[in-house]
């Protein structure tokens, strides 16, 4: 990751598979790594996660809501958000991270589930095959790729925004329920299957989710 002098970069490093998510751990290498291609008086948004605050204890979750990733890619996207507020308060670079919570729209990986699920819902949908809806109850609140851009533009051109870190939401949250039978109707037809959540990823899963972003709106007036 490089950055001349003014420079305004989004950094968007992350695997696309939790299973190399262990990789990531080497944080500790990449990140300084990266970060000394940069001029410190450019500016760098990091693309981090909802998923550091694990399993919420409320909702909606604002910034202040303690901090337990559930899985390695969370604790990797800890890190890497430390690192670069880190980088603001030792060496005065513009720095900010936002935390993202499902992000969905043109462009979106749909051959398998390892970004979103909504992307492997979307082809099954395509091939005429059920989507498979585990357990189903859970809350999600989507973001449109559209309005996370505008929020990463806003993020790196406001003063206000830099040292600090932002939940980014999207619509009101929904059940997986509610959204399969939306994307059924939307698609004109399709089906769903509802079976239990596999064990082995119960226990990383984080129920429900819903953020509040309102902080980042009255700093950046991103609506």
Partial sequence: MTGASGDRVVHLHATTDAAEAGAQAQVAGWVPSAMNGIAVDST???????QIYGRPDRLPVDETHPLRPPDPNGVSKMAGEAYHLLYHRIHGLAASSL??????GPGMRIKDARQNFMGLWLRRLLEGAPLEVWGGEQRRDLAFVDDVVEAFLLAA???EAEGRAFNIGGAPSLTLLELARRMVAVNGGGRFEVKPFPSEMRRIDIGDYEADDALFRR???WA
């Fill in 44 to 50: 760098v948004v990091f693309a981090g996660t909802r």
């Fill in 99 to 104: 935390r993202l919570t499902n992000t969905y």
């Fill in 157 to 159: 051109i406001t003063k």
């Fill in 219 to 221: 700093t950046t007036g």
